[in-house]
């Protein structure tokens, strides 16, 4: 199967327009996990990716504390080297080996950016990154929840110095292209003043449009722009349900965000809502979340999370599901409705 595909910014690499999240396979035991995973389902997962026509996948160095990172290298070690996808990570997140459950550390000074590099290599058995991504601008402080930042510390360092570090590696040959994710329009065009940013990453989905402005800065600087959790992590698929939030294992990172606490009842409000328009094109809810990303203008790819092959096909369709204006125009009307999530409900 070979699904519609769309050029990231100018780096030559061409994209299948949903890519494999590798968050939730990361497993548990760590700060942000999503509840204990089984690793020959997740090494099942991505093969049927592939299988279905996804030719990227994306996942960071802290998903699991490395451990996303190194089962994403088995399941590439499975596939024949002229079906391996592009692989994409990221560094900045950096945790206590000692207090794995602590909030991780936004840092990206040149000497830990380097490390995490050579550790990210050597857990995906790669010689090169595809694309090496920034995951949060550098506080020097902990993360905590939305991905907002406490305080800056004294010792943060700037994007300027970061982002040539990044830079560098590019022109070593050590990643192929590099981007920045949760960055905002002032620090991309502080970015972009040092190196072209080559894509960027941004939360975005019908409950979570703040980034609409990051994703038109994006479409005019020639940058591409892989959207992750186009589903809300799980509200927008169409089997969400209050029961099912409440039944979350207290290690879960959802059991304590807003989106599943004080906003559950609008988000799934709205997912209801997509649900004729599922109808109408013979899909999932899931499917529908995913192609309103795929449709906002300026977005090249959406990273769709699965921790199982049945879950990859509930999303799969998106990559070939063209949104018509009644259809866009009924989504729009929905979000209003509810009041789910926050910012515009049309491009």
């Not at 305080?151 to 050590?174: F, H, R």
Request: glycine letters at 10%; one cysteine or more; proline letters at 5%.
């Amino acid at each position: 199967m070979r699904l519609s595909e769309q050029s990231l910014s100018i780096t030559g690499i061409t994209l299948s327009r949903t890519g494999f999240g590798a968050w939730a396979i990361g497993g548990d035991g760590w700060r942000y996990g999503w509840g204990p995973q089984d690793d020959a389902a997740s090494v099942a997962a991505v093969q049927h990716a592939v299988d279905g026509g996804v030719n990227w996948i994306d996942t960071a160095a802290v998903y699991g504390l490395g451990h996303s990172e190194e089962v994403i290298g088995k399941a590439l070690a499975t596939l024949p080297a002229h079906a391996r996808p592009y692989v994409f990570t990221k560094c900045g997140l950096v945790w206590d080996p000692s207090d794995p459950t602590a909030a991780p550390h936004r840092i990206m000074k040149p000497a830990s950016v380097r490390r995490e590099l050579e550790d990210s290599l050597r857990r995906l058995n790669v010689d090169q990154i595809d694309l090496y991504q920034v995951h949060y601008p550098d506080t020097g402080e902990s993360l905590d929840w939305g991905g907002a930042a406490g305080t800056v510390s004294p010792n943060a360092t700037p994007i300027e110095e970061y982002w040539q570090v990044m830079a560098d590696l590019k022109a070593e040959g050590k990643v192929r292209a590099i981007g920045l994710s949760n960055h905002s329009v002032a620090e991309l065009e502080r970015a972009e003043r040092i190196a072209h940013v080559d894509a960027i990453q941004p939360a975005f989905s019908a409950v979570n449009r703040g980034a609409a402005a990051e994703i038109a800065w994006a479409k005019a600087h020639g940058t591409g722009v892989i959207a992750y959790s186009p589903m809300q992590s799980g509200l927008l698929t169409g089997a969400f349900s209050a029961e099912r939030a409440a039944a979350l294992p207290a290690d879960d990172w959802r059991t304590g965000h807003p989106d599943f606490t004080t906003g559950l009842a609008a988000n799934l409000q709205l997912a209801d809502a997509l649900r004729p328009v599922a109808d109408r094109h013979g899909v999932g809810v899931g499917a529908v979340a995913v192609a309103w990303v795929l449709a906002w203008p300026g977005v090249s790819g959406a990273i769709v999370g699965a921790r199982t092959p049945q879950q990859v096909d509930g999303w799969l369709p998106a990559a070939g599901l063209e949104l018509t204006a009644q259809d866009l125009a009924e989504i729009a009307t929905a979000i209003e409705r509810t009041g789910a999530g926050t910012g515009p409900s049309r491009a």
